[in-house]
């Protein structure tokens, strides 16, 4: 099978890369290794030497490049996005740039190439402020960040292209995903450096925030199966761990799995555009793609500060 994966450089990306080289596949990245944040040619320098591994460095925004890359390709996975919550609020244009007419591209150069399926990343992001826990797919979209409209209006695409086009389109909402090569804007990956180099770490609002915190080879394991699952076109599935944990109980435990003591805690005005808590409930994807994520949070953050302690680099 032959794949192509867009953002294949970044945290999820690469690991999923990773995953489809040790299954066999014949994997082409495509990403323009945007400057958002740097060291990402090190989550993909160890494929170079593979022959099942082409790394094409172009932009989703480069609508003929997407259509070249796209010849013969079996399954597109679009992962190629402008992330960041609290990045969206203070730089829209960029967020909607990428993240929807990116998106369009992939849409458009995926239906002239006759791919045979298209996975999309998107987000819990799309939910806004629960008016129900667990959230279900059917739960309202009111996005309360730019960046969860810019990927509702991403899904909003998929959705049409299926639809009127008759694309095979696969819609994947992740929630907070972490393990090794997360980005290092996302919280886990700043308060374990902090906490390693003792320095304080911050809280943005009380704490009392919580998080379905998913780690990255269980949401990789659910991308992988949405690429493959026969009959699931045109369909939307959470990708999460399907428990909450608040961001109060998250740092201690990370305080305690890090082994510092003294670590001192600032606490800073919420941000705009953070939703109160996210908890996805798994059972569509468990039922229709057999997705059922095996790494649980004190589990997934041991294997994270490990990775972290060994890759001290960022
Ligand atoms: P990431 O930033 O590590 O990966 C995104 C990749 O896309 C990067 O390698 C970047 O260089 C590339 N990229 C950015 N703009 C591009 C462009 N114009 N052309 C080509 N490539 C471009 O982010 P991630 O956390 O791995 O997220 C992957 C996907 O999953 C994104 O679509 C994101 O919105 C979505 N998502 C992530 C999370 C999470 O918790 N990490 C949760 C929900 C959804
Ligand atoms: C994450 C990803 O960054 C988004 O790309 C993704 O779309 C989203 O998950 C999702 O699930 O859809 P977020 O939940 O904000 O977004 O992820 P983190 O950066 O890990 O933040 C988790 C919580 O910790 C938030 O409440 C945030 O405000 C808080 N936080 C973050 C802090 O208190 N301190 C920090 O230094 C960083």
Known sequence: MRVLITGGAGFIGSNLADYLLDMGCSVIVYDNFDDYYSGKIRNVRHMLDDD???????DVLNYSSLLNAMKRVDVVYHLAAQPGVRFSMANPEKTIRVNVLGTLNVLKAALKAGVGRIVDASSSSVYGNPVYLPE?????TNPISVYGASKLMAENLCRIFHNEFGLPVVVLRYFTVYGPRQRPDMAICRWVKAILRGDPI????????????TYVMDAVEGTVKAGLAG?????????????????????????????????KIKHEPPKAGDVKDTHASIAKASRLLGYRPKVDIREGLKLFVSWFRENLVR
């Open 136 to 140: 279900d797919e059917l739960h309202p």
């Open 52 to 58: 099942n591994f082409r790394l094409l460095r172009a």
């Open 231 to 263: 009959g699931i076109e045109g369909e939307v599935f959470n990708i999460g761990s399907g428990v909450r944990v608040s961001i109060n109980d998250l740092v201690k435990m990370l305080i305690e799995i890090c082994g510092v003591d003294d670590v």
């Open 202 to 213: 911050t809280i943005y609002g009380d704490g009392s925030q919580t998080r379905d915190f």
